[in-house]
């Protein structure tokens, strides 16, 4: 899934690490989560929409990610 972590980490001049120990996770995930390899929990993502001031809609592009998801499907059928 993609986000808005790297961009909104990259703005606010944060470390992924210091990212990592406000909310809670290892480095490896806040890695993982920018790298499109890991979709974070409700609950993480809860966290890291804090830390940056967003919603998590924002924060989890939902809206692009829905269109995505919809045209994928529309290939299928």
């Known amino acids: 899934?993609?986000?808005?972590?790297?961009?909104?980490?990259?703005?606010?001049?944060?470390?992924?690490?210091?990212?990592?120990?406000?909310?809670?996770?290892?480095?490896?995930?806040?890695?993982?989560?920018?790298?499109?390899?890991?979709s974070p929990s409700l609950m993480l993502a809860y966290r890291l929409a804090r830390v940056f001031g967003v919603s998590v809609e924002k924060l989890c592009c939902l809206e692009e990610n829905y269109q995505r998801e919809e045209a994928e499907y529309e290939k299928l059928v």
């Open 1 to 38: 899934m993609k986000t808005r972590v790297r961009e909104l980490r990259s703005a606010a001049g944060m470390t992924q690490q210091r990212l990592a120990e406000l909310t809670r996770v290892s480095c490896r995930t806040i890695i993982s989560i920018e790298k499109e390899q890991y």
